[in-house]
């Protein structure tokens, strides 16, 4: 059995900043409340015209991820793209990422595990990695939320958290036991499918169908609907759940924490997880206050800043750790 290691990291936001009060010009909504709730000051959102996507902002950070690596794009074997924002209805963004890095052709995977996704894609990655069928998986997360949500006062409790950006990372083969991803951990419970979903347009609910139900435009199924307090309460469950997990399976204890990097949901319930665990403040790694919830793309995100900002040194133990629409959670434990 071969061993899987991060041997790249990269990320991309969009240049176009959007603040808490900018968002109170378009819909009822304050500074207050918002950081209150959720931590968060500010996101990036795409700009009409500016050239983005989601295919794109993921081959920009994927690029920066490549070169880290020291390896070519020719080298990659197989792409795993997490999103749940998808340029296209069909095909997956993975295949323009392979056309857009001018791939000649290689496996192109996309996830649909949310908030989930950079975990379940690379507990995908590893375990190709592992089984010696490939040697370098390209995983990238990214979403363009702000092309989606609803801004006027109807949809500020879900419009007001969620931001655009992209992050990835190139997976390898290592020759050295012992370092790399230790293990992953993969959840769901389909029960709660609808509390976080979108549900539109889709085999249930095709597009001239939702505007026949809904003439006046008060229920609309194609913005994304989120039961909040329920999600909370499932979060902050389900992330100590799975650190736990993955902590009892590598016979490791909180103490060997270093830095936990959890899916940027929510400050307060990344605050909880930490109180949780009692890790101190340099343990636990949030941006959500900058970016919002970036979903797919918040881990590999804040994966890339913490290790750009040097709070990931050699031998540390990261755990990596999320929640979300499925409702899906997972955590992966990586000796760096
Ligand atoms: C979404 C969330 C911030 C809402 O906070 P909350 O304390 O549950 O607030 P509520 O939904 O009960 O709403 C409280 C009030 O604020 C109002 N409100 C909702 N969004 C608002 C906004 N953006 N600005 C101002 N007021 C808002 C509501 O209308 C409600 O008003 P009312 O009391 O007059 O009815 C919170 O539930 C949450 O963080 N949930 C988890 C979400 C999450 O992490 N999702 C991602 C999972 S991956």
Partial sequence: MYQ???????????????????????????????????????????????????????VKAAKIAI????????????????????????????????????????????????????????????????????????????????GGLDFTTRGRSVSVIFGDGAGAAVLTRSDHNGEGILSTHLHSEGKHALELSLKGPSTEHWVP????????????????????????????????????EGLQANGLEVSDIDMLIPHQANLRISQFVQQKFKLKDDQVYNNIQRYGNTTAASIPIALTEAWEEGKIKEGDIVVLAAFGSGFTWGSAIIKW
């Fill in 67 to 146: 070169e880290r690596a020291g390896i070519s794009k020719d080298d990659i074997d197989l792409i795993v793209f997490a999103t749940l924002s998808p340029d296209y209805y069909f095909p997956g963004c993975g295949v323009q990422v392979q056309e857009m890095l001018e791939i000649d052709t290689c496996p192109a995977l996309d996830v649909r595990n949310q908030c989930s996704g950079f975990i379940y894609g690379m507990s995908v990655a590893d375990q190709f990695i592992k089984t010696g069928m490939y040697k370098n998986v390209l995983l990238i997360g990214s979403e363009n939320h702000s």
């Fill in 4 to 58: 899987t290691k991060i041997a790249g990291l990269g990320k991309y936001v969009p240049e176009n900043v959007v603040t808490n009060d900018d968002l109170s010009k378009m819909m009822e909504t304050n500074d207050e409340w918002i950081t209150e709730r959720t931590g968060i000051k500010e996101r990036r959102h795409i700009k009409k015209g500016d050239g983005n996507s989601t295919a794109v902002m993921g």
């Fill in 209 to 244: 169908e939702i505007i026949a139900e809904n003439p006046q435009g008060d229920d609309i199924p194609y913005y994304p609907y989120m039961n909040g307090q329920f999600v909370f309460k499932n979060a902050i469950q389900r992330f100590s759940e799975v650190i736990n």
